[in-house]
């Protein structure tokens, strides 16, 4: 601290330290240093830094700003200047054997953040990918709800929980089993952890363990019922990992098993949210939103799935799998809901039920179709109004002339019939039917299937599709 500098301001100005040391693994980081002479261009770890200065200290801070401001000392002013308080760094070190990249990443994230919330409800991590921000608690907290909900409906008794973090979902669903075993490879996550099972009794079946998720499969020689992988697939390096992450978890999966792969990033719906993130105001020119989505690329999730190509994927494992991709379930317009699915892999040979009816929806009601439905019914490529103007508006700026406006693509869209996937759900249930919705072949729309008298986990069976079994 200076003679000049207030105690807050000091504490601040640390804190800023503190976690660009912690991201950019040095120990010599001081006031003066400017970021661009540390870290050069690399958007990635800029990226970083602001998101989890964000989370610390709850602020807006921008990539942009980041680089502005330069220095610790200028920025801790300016954030100083508009009332941000820095929280106690005490226990908060770097240690020096820490991992890299992802890893590493995570590391620094669950160390800056307090693991004891009200009601285990710790959400490191958890940011807007467009401003960088955290999330609304309400965001975090239906997320929350709608994955253990989906969870939950599978029945398990025996899970294998593959990153289960800071145990977000495990402390939701783990006294409802008979086992339950998380791994992460974060050692400050599973630490954590441990320490808030051990202050609870009803928690004896519960363990966890620090490992990374392709060993998770061979820590153990017991089975599950389900194989969860939440929220985890898009940090894995590439699709050869994520091969043998499903073939080893495939082998620890009981007759009849499940794995659900949650909160997937689809590569094609990604692009849609980058657009429309960067289209902003009428005026804004195509050429500016092209370069701001390719620039944005390099803050991307290093794995972008397709349903379909998830689906070749888990094909490789040799093993006998029936894929159903769905769409997240949420009311919030959060990029979880809009732009992400999960997928359910069953082992099983059964082969998946024909419907009764099968229709390519061209936007008839679906209350008459429902009334005059007496078993089930597969509507074909369904528009999803949360996502298919991005995904059209996307087309658009990829096929527009230079020179173009966002204003002038926009104009040329002719409104298209679509349906919102929650009130679809109210509809069905309301009618007695279970009801599945998964994200078709083609970017923004769905498929949606009804079967009166039957649950939505049944439902969701005339949506399953076999893996094509192949050699990796």
Not at 32 to 53: K, Y
Not at 202 to 210: A, G, K, L
Request: charged share 25%; proline share 6%; glycine share 8%.
């Amino acid at each position: 601290m200076t003679p000049e500098q207030d105690p807050e301001q000091a504490a601040l100005e640390q804190a800023v330290i503190a976690v660009w040391s912690d991201v950019l693994g040095r120990d010599d980081v001081g006031p003066a240093d400017e970021f661009g002479e540390l870290c050069g261009a690399d958007l990635s770890t800029a990226v970083r830094v602001t998101t989890l200065l964000n989370q610390l200290l709850g602020t807006g801070l921008t990539v942009m700003k980041l680089f502005a401001e330069g220095t610790p000392r200028r920025l801790a002013s300016t954030l100083g200047a508009l009332g941000i308080a820095a929280p106690p760094l005490a226990t908060r070190h770097r240690a020096a054997d820490d991992a890299g990249g992802v890893q590493g990443y995570w590391e620094t994230t669950y160390r800056f953040r307090n693991p004891h919330q009200q009601d285990r409800f710790n959400t490191a991590g958890w940011t807007d990918s467009t401003s960088l921000t955290s999330l609304p608690e309400k965001y975090m907290r239906e997320w929350t709800e709608c994955t253990v909900a989906r969870v939950r409906g599978l029945e398990p008794r025996r899970v294998l929980d593959i990153g289960c973090g800071t145990g977000l979902i495990l402390f939701r669903l783990a006294a409802d089993c008979e086992r339950y075993v998380g791994v992460d490879f974060s050692s400050v996550a599973v630490e954590q952890v441990r320490d808030a099972l051990a202050a609870e009794h009803e928690y004896d079946h519960v363990d966890v363990v620090h490992a990374d998720a392709r060993q998770a499969a061979r820590l153990t020689a017991e089975t599950y019922d389900l194989v969860l992988l939440n929220s985890v697939v898009q940090y894995f390096p590439d699709t050869d990992y994520l091969a043998e992450v499903l073939t080893g978890a495939v082998r620890r999966l009981e007759s009849g098993g499940t794995l659900l792969l949650g909160d997937i990033r689809d590569r094609h719906l990604h692009q849609a949210m980058r657009v429309e993130a960067a289209a902003g105001h009428d005026d804004t020119p195509v050429d500016l939103v092209r370069l701001a989505v390719e620039q944005s690329a390099a803050s991307d999730s290093p794995l972008l799935l397709t349903p379909s190509e998830l689906c070749r994927i888990a094909g490789t494992t040799g093993a006998d799998l029936s894929c159903t991709p769905l769409v997240r379930r949420g009311s919030h317009p959060t990029e979880m809901n809009r732009f992400r699915y999960d997928v359910v892999l069953t082992l099983d040979d059964e082969p998946a039920p024909r419907p009764d009816t099968e229709l390519r929806w061209h936007g008839q009601s679906l209350d008459q179709l429902l009334d005059s439905t007496g078993g089930s019914l597969v509507l074909r490529q369904v528009p999803d109004a949360r996502n298919f103007p991005a995904v059209r508006l996307a087309e658009a700026v990829d096929a527009a002339p230079a020179g173009s406006t966002v204003g002038e693509l926009r104009a040329g869209l002719r409104p298209v019939p679509s349906i919102d996937p929650e009130e679809t759900w109210e509809l069905g249930h309301r009618k007695e039917f279970g009801v599945a919705i998964g994200p078709s072949d083609v970017p923004g729309l769905v498929d949606v299937a009804f079967h009166r008298g039957h649950d939505d986990r049944a439902t969701a069976r005339l949506l399953a599709r076999k893996c094509p079994q192949q050699s990796e």
